[in-house]
């Protein structure tokens, strides 16, 4: 009874679960790649072809080498379609996840594997919490759109397969599969390693190599996709650093493997342990699978593992370099673990009506052991505060508190913004961005001499001198009368985005009747200087001395001295 309904019990629990997770909000980097995305608006369609993915983001100047422009234009669409409302995006994401289940169940049929098998295994792969952050970050839709179209590429192109007629229109079936493995490409560079699938899988599936019109077929997706990026100028990623590789591996595999085997109240971002130590249980836990997988699946479960560690490698490079594991990299791993997986529990069931049963009977409970679990995860997902919360409190990093710090700011929740920054101020290299706002999140708390201290500690546990941090500095020692270590720490300021140095500046030297500064700031920019002497009056006040913040006030032109 269960088997002959499974698919609308799996199907029910994946809408009901997921579909409550659209309701939420953007997230984490959905308000840069959707709300303030340049191309996403439907006004620079084109340009998703000539840069690379962040190319059209406000404030964002390096180029990150990810040439993602089929992601780009899925945003767009959606934007089109249903303008900002969230909900709308989420659930496109859920339909390509749901494509992607249709895809792989096919796979898993074609390899001739059980029912048994290909039903926990497609349980496995679309009710797990690791999927959570895939379907419900907008942002993580690439994983979603390269898997479904890499996986449809592989279904065309692998030739002599069970049910496949070899009078199909051959040119029709190549010209579909190279189409789909450029679309894969175009979405994330993974893809790229296509060919590599395409012979893994074969072999698992026939026994033999793909015809070589199959191969170069699957081959032309990822020339397309480079002659592509050459044309645009797009490089590869900079800042990875294969030598790190090794150092990663283990660290990685155990952290996933807990997540994997345990996946209870996931963090949303997690971070590799910085002394590089090694989650053993998990990871030895892993292997043993890993063992038992090998040998009840044999050929199928080889490559089935195979293909899951040649899509894992490239995002180790990137954890390389951010330190960073997020479950979205295991998307198209998960895909060669559930093969692995149906091959290892069809060759223990095969021809033992009674562990078939078992198996059987087997599914329903771990769908519903699965779809709690995931029930749990879902509410993290839901906005901003929800995510960098849980982050924190799961998963407590200079990453998570700076995140956490920023939606706090941003929520005008200040001492909790303050208290965060502070923690992501770690010596003796800390993050660049709480080091920015470490000082001036005080200043907009109303409370100059935590400012002061807070800036002082900031530049002895390692952050840079930068504008950023000593303008803001600069003004709250002016606010607490330390009027000449201000005006020498303003004076010490180049080129200040901020824009407060020259208001410390103008403050300071209009104390002692010396009204140049302010002049040489009006004929310099030839604007009108009211919201600067503002400013400065308000400085003076806070710095004790009312008379010349209404003397500045009162001022009718900048030559007027005091």
Known sequence: MVSRYWSAILLASVLLVFGLGCLGEFVWDDTLLVEQNRITDGRNLLSAFTG???????????????????????????????????????FHNLLWHGLDCLLLYLLLLGLGLGRPARMLALSVFAIHPLQTEPVLFVSARNDLMATGMLLGALLVLMEKGKGRSDEEPALLRLLAGGLLAAGACLSKETAYLGPVFLLILSFTWHGTLPRLRSLLAMASGPALALLLRYLAGIGWPQANHPGQLPAVVLPSLGLAAGRFFWPVDLAPVVNLPTDGSIHWLPLLSLMALFGLLLAFGRRVGLGG????????????????????????????????????????????????????????????PLTLLLTAATSRQVPTWY????????????????????????????????????????????APRPDPYPCYNITSVHLKRGDPASAV???????????????????????ALAATASWDQAEELAASIGKDPTGLAVVV???????????????????QNSVDTSPLVEQAAWLLEQGGDPGAAAALRNMKNPEETP
């Open 383 to 426: 906005d901003d505060t929800s995510f960098w919360e849980a982050a924190v409190a799961r998963s407590p990093s200079t990453y998570t508190h700076k995140g956490l710090a920023k939606t706090l700011e941003n929520a005008g929740h200040l001492d909790r913004a303050a208290q965060q920054y502070a923690l992501a101020i770690v």
């Open 305 to 364: 593992l195979l293909f899951g560690a040649l899509a894992l490698f490239p995002s180790l490079t990137v954890i390389s370099q951010t330190g960073l594991l997020g479950d979205r990299y295991l998307y198209l791993p998960l895909v060669g673990l559930c093969i692995a997986l149906a091959a290892g529990i069809h060759g223990a069931t095969e021809n033992a009506p009674s562990r078939e049963r078992i198996a059987l009977l087997a599914w329903l």
């Open 505 to 523: 500046r103008v403050a300071a030297a209009f104390r002692r009747g010396d009204t140049s500064p302010l002049l040489a700031e009006a004929q």
């Open 453 to 475: 201290r807070a800036g002082r500690s900031a530049l002895e546990r390692g952050c840079e001198a930068s504008p950023e941090l000593l303008a803001p500095l600069a003004v």
């Open 52 to 90: 690379d993915l962040w190319a059209n983001n406000p404030g964002m100047d390096l180029p990150s080498g990810y040439y993602r422009p089929l992601l780009l234009l899925d945003l767009a669409l959606d934007r089109g379609l249903f303008g900002l409302q969230p909900s709308w995006h989420r």
